[in-house]
């Protein structure tokens, strides 16, 4: 078969969530809510972490860090499946399109992933070695480990990009998906894909296994910790700090490892549909709500900002 990728004129089309079309009206409000929300409740937190002088640690330097990755994050993929959603028929995306997006996708969602492990790290620190913490997390190493994070990202998603998008595609196909997602677009080749595949494991087990171990040695050493810890009120305390993150790893995570960690032989297109649609949509509106409910330090700040603002 002729490949169409010598042409440059091959373009992809994204499956639609139903045939109906009030569902999918339906579903296009939902997905627009919830990303506006997600922008909205990320863009609160960097700011009240930018505005207010008494959040000005590492802790919630990497959170504000988080709130702008998934700002960009959501930002990758809701507007394109948005229009694809209004018309399906008009909004095709081309082979370059479809691989900016598979980069910005794998590249910030793998920043992501590590960022939740150096956040564990500064836990640890901060609940195990509480005199040492200052002095180790100091600003420029919490500087270069954010920026470690989005270099690793990049270099995990440009050479996996690249790899996938130099497979021959045959002509215009439909995408499994609501976006330009790797094991979709890689069934839609005309070659044989194991090199690909490998590569993608490869990938998966250096964002998602790697990190959620040292995730899960830092959150042991931190429980042994608080069992130690008299009061109740402290215990609390240290507990209130962690649980937050806790729950975001395991969101994110667990979404993860159930598409990538899987056989790629095992892949259900509608599997994939729902899981990433958490993923991609809820778990962004849910990481500033729970942090925001969760942490004493943050509501405050948020109050005592609404506050100024309302009296101004």
Known sequence: MESANQTGLIHFHFRPFSKL????VLIFVAFLILYLVSIGGNVSISLIIWISRSLHTPMYFFLANLAVLEICYSSTIAPLTLASMLSPERALVSLPGCGTQMFFFIFLGSSDCILLAVMAYDRFVAICHPLRYTLVMSWGLCVQLALGSLVLGFVLAMPLTVLIFQLPFCSSKEISLFYCDVLPVMRLACADTWVHEATLFVVSITVLTVPFLLITLSYVFIGATILQIHSAEGRHKAFSTCSSHLTVVLLQ???GSLIYLCPSSSYSPD???GVSAVYTFITPVLNPLVYSMRNRELKDALRR????????
């Open 21 to 24: 079309p009030g569902v999918q």
């Open 253 to 255: 995570y667990g979404c």
């Open 271 to 273: 599997r994939g549909q």
């Open 305 to 312: 900002t609404a506050i100024r603002f309302l009296f101004s």
